[in-house]
């Protein structure tokens, strides 16, 4: 199983950046999956997720601005982050369960400038 994060980078406060996760290795649509993020110094926490059926949740903190969503055909799950706020840099990664454990991409680093 491989989670391949991209779609980091430095983006103003206020602005918008859409992440994306390219999924190998399982049948993704019946999986689902989330994004996190953790920034130096603290946990890392969960940002969004996306349950198989497309239900969503999110962290309070980022109600609003953030869009989880996925596209089955080419096994992808994105998150638009809109309006980004400078606390919110951190790596963010994608994450599933599936085989009885949870994976992890490598990460994609999100610098938010204000």
């Known amino acids: 199983v491989q989670l391949q994060a991209s779609g980091g980078g430095l983006v103003q406060a206020g602005g918008s950046l859409r992440l994306s996760c390219k999924t190998h290795?399982?049948?993704?649509?019946?999986?689902?999956m989330a994004w996190y993020r953790q920034a130096p110094g603290f946990q890392r926490e969960m940002v969004a997720s996306?349950?198989?059926?497309?239900?969503?949740n999110y962290a309070d903190s980022v109600k609003g601005r953030f869009t989880i969503s996925r596209d089955n055909a080419r096994n992808m799950v994105y998150l638009q982050m809109n309006n980004p706020k400078p606390e919110e840099t951190a790596v963010y990664y994608c994450?599933?369960?599936?085989?009885?454990?949870?994976?992890w991409g490598r990460g994609t680093q999100v610098t938010v400038s204000s």
């Open positions: 290795g399982i049948a993704f649509k019946f999986h689902n």
């Open positions: 994450n599933t369960n599936a085989r009885g454990q949870e994976w």
């Open positions: 996306i349950t198989s059926g497309s239900d969503k």
